[in-house]
């Protein structure tokens, strides 16, 4: 048999947007769903049964999915838009408004086109590589495979949480759950979560397109490090089992594609706005003896150093037995007065998030119970449960597929933390690093082999987690942190980029890390500030590491240092003042970070980004940098080197500017300027034409709660129009959607005016009867409020009564 009649395919049938074909003299199935204008997915499989037949990574614009997932044939969630399709000379075409996909039925080799609307012309983007691009029938190797050819002009952006810069091109990772404390965010890799996403750009055309694989078993991307004579140049994606699925996104640009597949994964949750305010935490508190005095301490020393605090982690060595963690145990030694302990909390208006972990050690008090009632994930015998290395000690992870398992966590969750006051779960060490070959979870009741499932558990555990609080506080909406993750992990939880080391290069890496997450769907994100493992940082150190954790949605000091030190606010004398302004600076920039955290969950819109989001027509923006955007209006400048007073940032071009926030000196864009650095505030610019929200009030740890408005105005240097929407609600009612205001504002700035109208949209009244606004320095042209000049004050701002 020659190699064109082994691969070669036939057209079967076409029946609700399923086109489906069949390889001969084999029983394997290819099927292509139009899906919607802009997104086709591909689903291969050996005959008609699917290797898993549910997904709980793709819910398009959904809030949550049954627990045992959703069927993964099931496409009625999407549009089903008309489309053309037709055969020609062993070619198969597919055609929408956006995309058209050319199949080469001898080898099943897809060509992909997106539609230019403008000029109604198709621009190529993608093709399968000439060579055999998928495994049919395993002559590629053990798994399964998808080759891609590559060119010299593609950037590839996303796969989450990786190491190194934003661009992923000529790089090899894994794609794999892992616990690598202390990793060197510059090359370590695979780290904490499993994105199996990622969007190619072709620097030629300045096409985008994202392409997204629904499998959650251990997986390699390969950018471009291999190469092999015969095969031309190709990139290729590669999993251990299950079935090859997945969804090509046009774009044509990298925003378009970012918000796509976000919306094809699930919508971002909206936590109550206290999970912005700084949060303390250190694992080294909850290991010394007499921990709950050692906490109350931690409050009386914010009191004492003016340090606006709204939740503490509450690391797990407040579950100990003797020198080990077994979760949903209360050291009674270390907290003798759970209650009394998030009772004093409270009173300060401070939240509380306990850490739990999905793996029980051999000897924890309730091993046994949940090992005779098959609660854990098995071994190839399917009785005993699979034993794993865990912290000191091995221990059996929970199997959340079984729905035993999943109700049990629930109950816990409730009387061992929520009963007690907790207000959050932080679900921690959830990589479920089971190694074995042929352990199985029960899989609601249809047995799976572990590898196909390997990414769902932690999905799985922070699902459960969340339900619980849900249903404990039904009138409030859940915050939960959650450390591992894969695709819509969103749905549920804030994350962060686990255990890092303390560096310079740490924080210059980690914001490339942070931007490979947003660019994949996970916006709700932030580091371990100061650092995690390893050294102190020095008081330079900690302090440009606290100017940039500010600008991100968590906002977290935490630490386990080797010295037993503790990273806080004031563990320098030199810099406590310094620390105490930037969080206090935080908590002002609250109405603009709870805006787009509303505008994450409500359009999908990323709250960091990376300036070609926005700027993408300017190529330079492309280029690696250590900048990021916060909202469309903040460029966030850090210092990421010892010693620097200075910043050097290149300004993208956009129409009227960029001011330097703290000097109001504004700079024509599309060059290279070097602004000033110092350690007292934390450098960055605001493009013209911004309105930025802050909360006014002189608030202190003892007063944070005081809210009122004003605006800061950036206005064109010349004239311009430019608009913001504030969001505003109580900050924490789960009945928001009913329950708010939007405040629409307008500003027109003329050669001697600057304009602004406010109108208020919704039900909420809010707390603020006056908005104070506020100009760059030296701006002299007058500002006029809903058609009322306003007479400027003492201090340069202008009060509006509304």
Sequence with gaps: MSIREKYMFK???????????????SN?????????????????????????????????????????????????????PTY?????DEVFYIETSALKVEINLNGFNIHWYHKDPEQSDYIHFMNDRKTQAYNFDGSLGEGIFHYIERTREESYYGLGEKAGDTDRYGKRYRMMNLDPMGYDAQYTDPLYKHIPFYITRNDKTNISFGIFYDNMSKAVFDMGNEMDNYHGWYRYFQSDTGDLDYYIIAGPEVKDVVKRYTWLTGKPIFQPKWSLGYSGSTMTYTDLPKSQERLNEFLQLCEEHDIICDSFQLSSGYTSIGDKRYVFNWNRDKFPDPKGFTDGYHEKNVHLCANIKPCLLKDHPL?????????FIKSEDGKTPEMAQFWDEVGAYLDFTNKETYAWWKKKVTEALLEYGIDSTWNDNNEFEIWTKNVKSNGFGQEVNFELVRALQPLLMMKASYEAQKEFSPEVRPYLISRSGSPGMQRYVQTWTGDNYTSWKTVKYNIKMAVGLSLSGVYNIGHDIGGFSGPAPSPELF??????????PR???????????????????????????LIKFRHRLTPYLYTLLYNAHDQYEPIIKPTFYEFGQDKKTFEECDDFMLGDSILVTSVVEEGATERSVYLPECDGGWYDYHTSIWYESGQTVTIPAPLTYAPFLVKAGSIIPVNDADCSFLTKTNDERGFELFPHQQTGTSDYVL???????SNYQENHTKLHVHMKTTSDRLEVSLEKEGVFELAYKQIT?????????????????LQQTDDGSFVYQL
């Design 543 to 552: 302090v440009r590491w606290v100017q940039n954790g500010i600008f991100y």
């Design 28 to 80: 394997f199935i290819a099927r292509v769903f139009v899906l919607e204008n802009d997104i086709v997915r591909v689903l291969m499989t050996n005959g008609e049964e699917l290797s898993l037949p549910q997904t709980w990574l793709v819910a398009p614009g959904m809030d949550d999915v049954p627990m045992e997932g959703r069927q993964r044939l099931d496409i009625s969630p999407f549009s089903l």
């Design 773 to 789: 606004f506020y100009l760059p320095k030296g701006e002299t042209r007058e500002l006029v409020v809903n058609g009322q000049p």
């Design 727 to 733: 969001y505003e609600d109580d900050g924490i009612s």
């Design 84 to 88: 053309v399709s037709y055969e020609r």
């Design 555 to 581: 906002f977290t000091i935490h630490s386990w240092n080797d010295d037993q030190t503790v990273n806080v606010p004031w563990m320098y004398e030199e810099t406590a003042g310094h620390i105490r302004d």
């Design 367 to 375: 091993f046994e119970e949940l090992q005779d009632k098959g609660m």
């Design 11 to 25: 057209f079967i049938n076409e029946d609700n947007n399923c086109l489906s074909f069949k390889l001969d003299y």
